[in-house]
């Protein structure tokens, strides 16, 4: 629904958590095993830098498109490694980890969804991410929906058009 034309690169978790995969573990809801976040985060980049060199693909021209978890995996990337995503479509994500010096992310570009009643990533997390991320010189735009923590068609429609603005000239 992003880019049609686009190669695709699915990327899946290796932790269980009540059957279902997920990126990291948590601790409870909201409250990240930092320690597991540190070592899968570091996992995925070698994966992604694998991936590049056995099916030839270009390792800077990565965007990374996440929901929740996957948005929160994709944010720990640009948290903890300046060249690990070209930009990110980040879905209801929330902080990864608070308390650090995030690198340099002058030219890269983030798109954040989030819901102003999630019940998860309150709006206060969105705009402290919001806030991080530019502070670490990223473009960063916030879309609002009036809902919860689900993920709506009007907000991948939003996420779209920013990517067409700043990606592809569709």
């Given at each position: 629904m992003i880019d049609d034309e686009a190669n695709v690169l699915s990327v899946?978790?290796?932790?269980?958590?009540?059957?279902?995969p997920r990126f990291f573990r948590r601790l409870a809801e909201g409250i990240f095993d930092e320690e597991d976040l540190i070592f899968r985060t570091k996992e995925l980049i070698e994966f992604l830098d694998e991936a590049a060199e056995k099916y030839d693909f270009d390792r800077n021209n990565i965007l990374a498109i996440g929901y929740s978890n996957g948005a929160n995996i994709a944010a720990s990337l640009l948290f903890h490694y300046q060249h690990a995503l070209k930009g990110a479509i980040l879905h209801h994500p929330m902080v990864p980890r608070k308390g650090i010096d995030l690198p340099n992310l002058t030219g890269k570009s983030v798109f954040i969804a989030a819901g102003t009643n999630d019940p998860i990533c309150s709006p206060m997390e969105s705009t402290e991410l919001q806030s991080l991320l530019e502070i670490a010189n990223a473009k960063v735009e916030l879309h609002w929906e009036n809902r919860g923590h689900q993920l709506t068609s009007q907000e991948v429609e939003a996420a779209a058009n920013w990517y067409r603005q700043h990606f592809n000239n569709k």
């Open positions: 899946r978790g290796n932790i269980l958590e009540n059957g279902m």
